[in-house]
């Protein structure tokens, strides 16, 4: 039986840049930029005390019947809004009331959990049950204060299937439910999986994307203790700087983003549009350290490798008109001098001769990295790429790397409709601790 094709039909995000696909988009165009001092909590004697945060976000503004998700923490609730926008954008909200849509058959795949603790009442707790006399621990007297003062809801958002749940609850959906935490490559790894799921047949439509916030003390504290964020503190608006040769870290960010994925055939059957095409994903795992990248990208040249050739795609040949067949490349670009330098090693090994005339470029720099989320949201740039012709910059990039010498749309987009807009795109997550995936997303053809 052969592999059914994959549309995108519906995508949503909540990002520090705002949670309209459009206005976001445009304010990537623009260069526009998210970060700045942290607000969640006193940041002021941390290295690194500038994020880029999510403001002014409430649910209610999001979906329908909002109070019964109030106790939950962030990434819920940023999940269940990019959730909503795209279940909308998708026309599945008109489409199950007129009966061409069963939401039943819908499944969830998402890289999520490891919600944020309730700090506050979390390290109450624990001075409560310090018996300082004796140097020890008082059992009874944790249990008491965490009994009176812990909230079951947030404890429980801990585990990782929970984000899943409260999605796959909201909407209805009771076909296959996945979580993954592979740090972050996560959502990419969840849009794949998914993606992999249809493709099969196994199901009809799923929900598949990313949610995560560490803009929170335990988070911002473990990354730099790991020396890896910037401490840029007198610029933070200028700290984000994937691929310049000053780059000294990643600005930490937070959001959620989720798409619906869509057998082509059911999509076309009930009239939807579709907005790109998911055809092909690759995964691999460096299997080297966890806190270091494999140094000559191979995993990184393994999993595009894989990708372009279930979409069918030659890297090294250049298409009909000349181009390279991949017209952007969303990077994974957090701007760490590992990555960055590793990435690129690892994109002219996969493009060869062509990889000098392959626009690249990373939104990280203006919204920072949004960890689980991040390979969601930016495989939605990748669709607003293909739907509007114009490659996002990276900004910041001032000071030429030699090691970091190909083309990263530096400080301005690039309209590339003059030269044939942009069919095919590739995007690219590599998590902590060696996991790599990428996603090829192509023009609708028919």
């Known amino acids: 039986m052969p592999a059914h094709r994959v549309a995108i039909t519906g995508m949503g995000w909540v990002t520090p840049l705002g949670t309209d696909v459009e206005s976001v988009w445009g304010d990537l165009v623009a260069g526009k930029n998210a970060v700045g001092p942290v607000t ?210 990643f600005v930490m960010g937070e959001g959620a983003g989720v798409l619906v994925l869509e057998r082509l055939d059911h999509a076309l059957a009930r009239g939807a549009e579709v907005l790109a095409e998911i055809a092909g994903y690759g995964a691999s795992a460096d299997a080297f350290r966890i806190t270091d990248i494999e140094p000559n990208g191979r995993g990184a040249q393994a999993a595009m490798t894989q990708a372009l050739r279930q979409a069918g795609l030659s890297p090294r040949e250049p298409g009909p008109d000349g181009r390279p067949v991949v017209h952007y490349i969303s990077a994974h670009g957090t701007g760490t001098k590992e990555n960055d330098k590793i990435e690129t090693l690892a994109v002219k090994g996969v493009f060869g001769p062509l990889a000098p005339k392959v626009p690249f470029s990373s939104v990280k720099s203006m919204m920072g990295h949004l960890i689980q989320a991040a390979g969601a949201v930016e495989l939605i740039t990748c669709v607003q790429a293909i739907r509007t012709g114009w490659a996002p910059p990276t900004i910041n990039l001032a000071t030429p790397d030699p090691e970091c010498d190909l083309d990263y749309v530096p400080n301005q987009a690039r309209d590339l409709n003059p030269h044939g807009g942009v069919e095919v795109c590739l995007s690219n997550s590599f998590g902590f601790g060696g996991q790599n995936n990428t996603l090829v997303v192509r023009k609708f053809r028919g």
Not at 193 to 212: C, K, N, V
Not at 223 to 237: K, N
């Open 40 to 249: 969640r909590f006193d940041a002021s004697r941390f290295p690194t005390n500038f994020a880029a945060e999510v403001k002014g976000f409430d649910l209610a503004d999001h979906l329908e019947g909002a109070g019964r998700f109030a106790p939950c923490g962030e990434s819920t609730r940023y999940a269940l809004a990019a959730a909503s926008h795209a279940w909308r954008r998708a026309g599945l909200d008109r489409a199950v009331a007129e009966g061409r849509a069963d939401p039943t058959e819908m499944g969830v795949y998402l890289g999520a959990g490891e919600g944020t603790l309730d700090y506050d009442n979390f390290f109450a707790t624990n001075l409560a049950g310090w018996n300082a006399a004796e140097r020890k621990v008082d059992g009874r007297a944790w249990v008491g204060h965490g009994l009176a003062h812990l909230t079951r809801v947030r404890e429980v958002e801990q585990e990782p299937n929970v984000t899943v749940g409260y999605v796959a609850g909201a909407f209805g959906c009771r076909g296959p439910s996945f979580n993954c935490m592979t740090a972050c490559a996560a959502s990419t790894q969840a849009i794949g999986e998914a993606f992999e799921i249809i493709r099969r047949g196994d199901a009809p439509l799923m929900f598949a994307g990313g949610s995560h916030t560490m803009i929170h003390v335990l988070g911002m504290t473990g990354f730099i203790r790991l020396t890896a964020m910037s401490q840029r503190r007198g610029s933070p608006q200028n700290a984000a700087r994937p691929f310049d040769q000053t780059r000294d870290g």
